[in-house]
């Protein structure tokens, strides 16, 4: 059956550490891959996205690779804060099962001062 | 320009009965995806629309439903409300079924008692 795997406990650092979070997924071939930002009682807000033939891509603080070999995405944020605790959630988006976004369950962040 | 809106914001209905939850697309996209977000389940799909026609649909009783007006507006309904229909009810707009990055609008919260 087709997964989305993401750290089920939440991850704690402290501000200023880069955070790292998996996203690892099996029985799709993802064309492409999201990661969105989701705020308590809010709606996800979208963050990067990387296509299969892309291995790693850059926006400001954060850093998102994707090793189709491995089936995993990694999300990277540097230099931390305090606001950047949320919920952060990865996404493939897959031809072969109707061109859906499909989500994983997500990952809980906090970032301590 | 506006972000996806959701209307309403909350609602409580009692098991039996039926709902109807409206999203209007940012200004442009034709594409409405909608998801069920519960805490034990994580952001399910449960239809996507694009120019009127559903392209995608979720696994998902008959019991929901949905719709896509020539504005791109969208609605869906769920009919003989269940308890385990409470959930955050989200709707993302794309410009189109080929870029994948998904604007949300806020949700609607649905409560059945």
């Known amino acids: 059956s087709q997964k989305i795997e993401q750290n089920s406990e939440a991850l704690n650092i402290q501000e200023g550490k880069t955070a790292t979070l998996t996203c690892n997924y099996t029985?799709?071939?993802?064309?492409?891959l999201q990661w969105y930002r989701q705020d308590p009682g809010r709606g996800p807000v979208f963050l990067l996205l990387?296509?299969?033939?892309?291995k790693e891509k850059r926006k400001e603080r954060l850093k998102v690779t994707f090793d189709t070999t491995l089936k995993q995405s990694l999300f990277h944020i540097t230099a931390s804060q305090p606001a950047d605790s949320a919920t952060y959630l990865c996404?493939?988006?897959?031809?072969?099962?109707?061109?859906?976004?499909?989500f994983g369950a997500g990952t809980i962040l906090r970032v301590k001062s | 320009k506006a972000g996806v809106t959701q209307t309403p914001r909350y609602l409580i209905k009692t098991r039996g009965q039926q709902v109807t939850l409206s999203c209007s697309p940012i200004?442009?996209?034709?594409?409405v995806s909608w998801y069920q977000q519960t805490p034990g389940q994580g952001l399910q799909f449960l239809f996507e629309?694009?120019?009127?026609?559903?392209?995608n649909k979720g696994n998902f009783p008959g019991r929901f439903s949905g719709r896509q007006f020539s504005n791109s507006r969208s609605e869906m309904n769920v009919s003989t409300l269940e308890l385990g229909d409470s959930a955050l009810y989200l709707c993302?707009?794309?410009?189109?079924?080929?870029?994948?990055?998904?604007?949300f609008g806020q949700g609607t919260r649905l409560t059945v008692v």
């Open positions: 993302a707009s794309s410009l189109d079924v080929k870029v994948t990055e998904a604007f």
């Open positions: 029985n799709y071939s993802p064309a492409y």
């Open positions: 990387i296509r299969e033939n892309e």
């Open positions: 996404a493939l988006h897959s031809m072969e099962y109707g061109n859906k976004l499909v």
């Open positions: 200004s442009g996209h034709r594409s």
């Open positions: 629309y694009f120019s009127e026609t559903q392209r």
